[in-house]
């Protein structure tokens, strides 16, 4: 069994940044992909960001690109998503979750295991 939890979450002010991070139990977290997703309230789920199981390469979608990096480190089972020139519109949960492979996607369903979500605010 994946366990994944997210934290870092919280409120801000448009402009500033956040650091999010994901733990994952279990011993397949370095032969995977990780990826993060947002839901806001009354929309559907978000790609946001995917990175491949050595980190060599990232996605990201294209409302956070060049403002969101994701990072893992295989050694510690963590992801880490850091989040700079945050807007109003970047409100959501965040969600944390491990691919069903070794590639990057974009897509939920490519995903099996996922995180409890964090709150992200971010005022204007």
């Known amino acids: 069994q994946v366990q994944l939890v997210e934290s870092g979450g919280g409120l801000v002010q448009a402009g500033g940044s956040l650091r999010l991070s994901c733990a994952a139990s279990?011993?397949?977290?370095?032969?995977?992909?990780m990826g993060w997703f947002r839901q806001a309230p009354g929309k559907e789920r978000e790609f946001v960001s995917a990175?491949?199981?050595?980190?060599?390469?990232?996605a990201y979608g294209s409302s956070v690109k060049g403002r969101y990096t994701i990072s893992r480190d295989n050694a510690k089972n963590t992801v880490s998503l850091q989040m700079n020139s945050l807007k109003p519109e970047d409100t959501a949960v965040y969600y944390c979750?491990?691919?069903?492979?070794?590639?990057?996607?974009?897509?939920?369903?490519?995903?099996?295991?996922w995180g409890q979500g964090t709150q992200v605010t971010v005022s204007s």
């Open positions: 979750a491990r691919g069903s492979y070794a590639s990057t996607s974009a897509a939920s369903n490519g995903y099996d295991y």
């Open positions: 279990g011993r397949t977290f370095s032969s995977k992909s």
């Open positions: 990175i491949s199981w050595s980190g060599g390469a990232t």
